[in-house]
């Protein structure tokens, strides 16, 4: 947190330093405006890495253990994956040669059992928890 306060604190002291510059005429208008766009180029592109997510290695194992305290079963963990791809419940059906109710059985159960209400949640949770890459 020290750090964020001292960046913080250089931040609003060159933005001074720069009004004082500008205000002295020391400099043209467009080297200011060049200076605080490169400020917050830099900032965006420090918080874009700060707030992206890391892609994950290509060593990814799944985490059994997970599932089992679960209750995962190897279906549901299947219809999971399909999900994370973006499928909808009527093509799901048909890769798994199961009816499509039977896939809003397996979604339902999957949201108890990972306490989500979404789609969404249900990736996120399962990728949180090492079960999906």
């Not at 089992?68 to 040669?97: C, F, P, Q, W, Y």
């Not at 809003?104 to 890459?133: C, G, W, Y």
């Amino acid at each position: 947190m020290i750090f964020y306060g001292l960046a913080l604190a250089a931040g609003a002291f060159l933005l001074e330093w720069l009004d004082y510059k500008h205000a002295v005429r020391e400099w043209s208008t467009e080297f200011y405006v060049g200076m605080i766009a490169l400020l917050f180029v830099t900032l965006g592109i420090w918080l874009g890495n700060r707030l992206t997510a890391k892609p994950r290695g290509p060593g990814f194992e799944r985490n059994v253990a997970a599932i089992k305290a679960l209750g995962i079963s190897a279906r549901e963990t299947e219809v999971l994956e399909m999900l994370a791809a973006g499928h909808a419940n009527k093509v799901i059906a048909r890769r798994l040669d199961i009816s499509p109710n039977t896939v809003k059985t397996h979604v339902a159960r999957l949201f108890e059992k990972l306490e989500v209400a979404s789609r969404t949640q249900a990736i996120r949770k399962a990728q949180q928890l090492d079960i999906l890459p």
